[in-house]
């Protein structure tokens, strides 16, 4: 049996519920594969850890991750309390920077059962690679100054290494896909870095002939996503644009509730982290009605990075059946509590084993 040694960190609100849901799930999947198992290790990392010790996780703690073969988050943020600058960067954003999980890939699709909010939708099934580690996301910055004279600066950093590494994931995931990859720019309006990633763009596609590209300024980009969504395979994007791009595909699937996400150590040197793109949701926190399936989705892109995408397959068609039974939480216009859905995404797994 292949067994895989995982991090857990739920994190914060609705995470500490829909991972309980997920891990369920991937354990099932385990049963039935039967040559796969999976040892989970908790971590409290969070801002409530923030508000007892200082810090959101401990001075060793990336050390720590670094002895799991992968890492299952769930989500972070309590802004209430915890200004989301210090959550963020403390936690999430030290581990994909500090375990260079150089790429970022969300994917968008029509799920069966699952009502878009746009009129024609069509039949989109798309996928954001995300360059997940520098860009408009830089530290490089500082404020000085009060009052009227106060001023901040932060630099974008664009390298030639980071930006091929981004579209060269790009353009080899559109070959096992419709074969057709799109870069999002604004090289119209930002006049050096967006330059520089159209040139480098260019100079990726041409040792990839055999996939079709087109590009779009960013703002059209955003457009198309609304008017027609299916006409994408593939797009690669800045950390900041990938980043509003994905919630826009959260939004017309019919909820950021289900958008999965995995931050990918590409070289397999540290552990990848899978996550969901929605937020801790403090408004509904413990009250049971959190929608899982973002949290399982993330499962299946766990599975597949370790080589089982058979099992991750299954997962994702249990979930459509799910949706398409009616079994829904209310963020989906159903009255299914979390339990209820993971029951059912179980159920289904079960009856196809």
């Known amino acids: 049996m292949e067994q895989f040694e995982i991090a857990v960190i739920p994190g914060d ?44 996780m401990p001075e060793d703690g990336i050390e720590t991750l670094k002895g799991f073969h ?77 009052g009227a004279d106060e001023m901040a600066m932060q630099t974008a ?4 290494k980071a930006t091929e590494r981004a579209m060269h994931y790009a353009f080899e995931l559109a070959s096992r896909r419709r074969k057709h990859v799109t870069s999002a720019t604004k090289s119209n309006g930002i006049s050096h870095s967006m330059p520089f990633w159209d040139d480098v763009f260019q100079d990726v596609a ?5 996939i079709a590209t087109s590009k779009h300024h960013i703002d059209a980009l955003a457009a198309f996503f609304v008017m027609k969504p299916q006409m994408f395979d593939v797009i690669v994007a ?17 909820s950021i509730g289900i958008a999965p996400a995995a931050n990918l150590n590409v070289e397999r040197s540290y552990p990848s982290m899978f996550e969901p793109v929605h937020g801790s949701a403090p408004d509904i926190a413990g009250q049971g009605i959190a929608n899982p399936l973002g ?15 058979e099992m991750g397959t299954l ?39």
């Open 206 to 210: 041409q040792a990839h002939p055999e």
């Open 238 to 254: 800045s950390n900041l644009f990938g980043d509003i791009l994905t919630d826009l595909g959260g939004a017309i699937m019919g």
């Open 295 to 309: 949290q399982i989705w993330t499962g299946k892109m766990m599975l597949d990075f370790l080589g089982f995408e």
């Open 315 to 353: 997962v994702l068609k249990a979930m459509e059946a799910t949706l398409a039974s009616g079994v829904k939480t209310p963020d989906l216009g159903g009255k299914a509590t979390t339990t209820e859905v993971t029951d059912e995404v179980i159920a289904y797994l079960r009856r196809r084993a």
């Open 157 to 160: 950093v664009f390298t030639r």
């Open 70 to 146: 992968q890492i299952f988050l769930g989500a972070v943020g309590m802004p209430r309390l915890v200004p989301d600058h210090v959550s963020l960067w403390g936690l999430l954003i030290k581990i994909r920077r500090e375990l260079h999980q150089s790429i970022n890939v969300r994917p968008a699709k029509l799920l069966r059962g699952l009502t878009s909010p746009l009129r024609d939708p069509g039949e989109f099934d798309l996928v954001v690679v995300r360059e997940n580690s520098e860009g408009e996301y830089s530290e490089i910055g500082g404020r000085m100054h009060r």
């Open 13 to 56: 609100g609705i995470g500490k519920e829909v991972v309980p849901a997920a891990i369920r799930v991937l354990e099932a999947v385990a049963d039935i594969h039967g040559g796969l198992g999976f040892r989970w290790t908790s971590f409290p990392w969070s801002c409530d850890y923030y508000l007892k010790h200082g810090v959101m």
